[in-house]
């Protein structure tokens, strides 16, 4: 299943967005994202500004099992899930899963209205400088590998096509 998956950040977010990146990787390391843009708090009354970012992978997991992954995700990097108010406060890491289909869908990015993830999917923003496995992200929409034996990132095409074709030699 394809998913489309939002991260965020707003403690130490230029951090705290490549460690999630890695850990993203250990679900599956080929992903298409857009890159990861500062951008101003949505529902959430802080001074801190965020970095969010957008990304396509392919899981063989199911919805509620990908999500339980992402917590445990959340959680190992310091989010406090069990805080009934955490939503609404200053976040190390958020993963929210937008949207999924069996096939990829390049038209989903202009379904996606969330206020803080449209300046992201037109690249409309300045990109943070997000370094993850060493190795700085693209400044530009690329499907990229996310290599944790060489703890660098490759950039596979600047195309989502390089995502697809992972997915049909490996699954």
């Known amino acids: 299943m394809y998913y489309w998956i939002s991260i965020g950040s707003n403690i130490d977010p230029v951090n705290s967005i490549g460690r999630t990146l890695e850990e993203i990787g250990e679900v599956t390391p080929v992903l298409w994202l857009y890159p990861p843009l500062y951008?101003?708090?949505?529902?959430?009354?802080?001074?801190?500004?965020?970095i969010n970012g957008v990304l396509t992978l392919y899981s063989s997991?199911?919805?509620?099992?990908l999500k339980q992954r992402f917590e445990t995700i959340e959680v190992r990097l310091g989010r406090d899930r069990a805080d009934p108010d955490s939503s609404r406060k200053d976040r190390i890491c958020d993963i929210d899963i937008?949207?999924?289909?069996?096939?990829?869908?390049?038209?989903?990015a202009s379904r996606i209205t969330e206020p803080y993830l449209r300046p992201v999917i037109e690249g409309r923003g300045q990109v943070a400088p997000i370094v993850a496995y060493e190795s700085p992200l693209p400044d530009?929409?690329?499907?990229?590998?996310?290599?944790?034996?060489?703890?660098e990132i490759r950039i596979l095409d600047d195309e989502p096509q390089a995502l697809i074709d992972w997915v049909e030699a490996t699954f």
Request: glycine share 8%; charged share 20%.
């Open 39 to 50: 951008t101003e708090p949505v529902g959430i009354a802080t001074n801190a500004r965020f």
């Open 61 to 65: 997991l199911e919805l509620p099992g």
């Open 98 to 108: 937008l949207s999924s289909a069996p096939s990829f869908d390049p038209g989903m």
């Open 140 to 151: 530009r929409p690329a499907t990229i590998y996310l290599d944790r034996a060489a703890r």
